[in-house]
């Protein structure tokens, strides 16, 4: 019997508007900056896209079907928490992250500042290395609601890997 390694990739994508009187939170970290981002929970792009990225991996919905927008228990809910119940349904199917990549869109406010502080947050969430994680920014040169400064975005990319065993 020869152990082979099996792979999975998940893409996430989440987008909310800003809003007066809210905290910035981006992959866990709460960014000083004079608007927050418009959601039910905490409207973490970064980490909701993520939840995504890995239930769309495990083949197992979305962020929405998990985590309602009209269930009162995530009202302003801190979405670390929806990464590490995530994550149990990663580890109970056998399943561990291999590496992830988040690229944030943003026109304001200037985020590589932050970036190291991000990048840890996620790998402690994910139980990974820091170099297995990647957190990018990047702006849409004004163009669109996010050039217009009207909110933020996130796109993330995530491998899982486990081992299975396979005759040969």
């Known amino acids: ?7 999975r990739v998940g893409i996430g994508f989440d987008a909310h508007r800003f809003a007066p009187n809210r905290a910035l939170r981006l992959c ?3 960014i000083p900056y004079e ?13 909701h896209a993520l939840c995504d990225a ?11 079907q998990h985590f ?17 119940a995530v994550m ?8 561990q992250v291999n590496n992830v990549d988040i690229t944030i869109v943003a026109q304001f406010p200037k985020l590589s ?11 402690k969430l994910l139980g990974i290395g820091i170099d297995a994680v ?4 990047t702006t849409t040169d004004r163009m669109g609601f996010i050039g217009r400064g009207e909110g933020i975005a996130a796109i993330v990319l995530v491998s899982l890997t486990r081992e299975r065993s396979g005759d040969k």
Do not use: C
Request: charge should be negative; proline fraction near 3%; aromatic fraction near 8%.
């Open 68 to 84: 309602p927008d009209t269930d009162h228990r995530y009202k302003d809910a801190d979405s670390s928490n929806f990464i590490q």
């Open 28 to 30: 866990g970290v709460t």
């Open 1 to 7: 019997m020869v152990m082979e390694m099996e792979f």
């Open 134 to 137: 990647s957190v990018k920014a």
């Open 88 to 95: 149990a349904f990663v580890k109970e199917r056998g399943w």
């Open 113 to 123: 500042p932050y970036r190291e502080e991000m990048r840890e947050r996620v790998a």
């Open 54 to 64: 890995l239930l769309g991996a495990l083949a197992l919905g979305d962020i929405g």
């Open 35 to 47: 608007l927050g981002l418009i959601g039910h929970s905490d409207a973490d792009v970064a980490l």
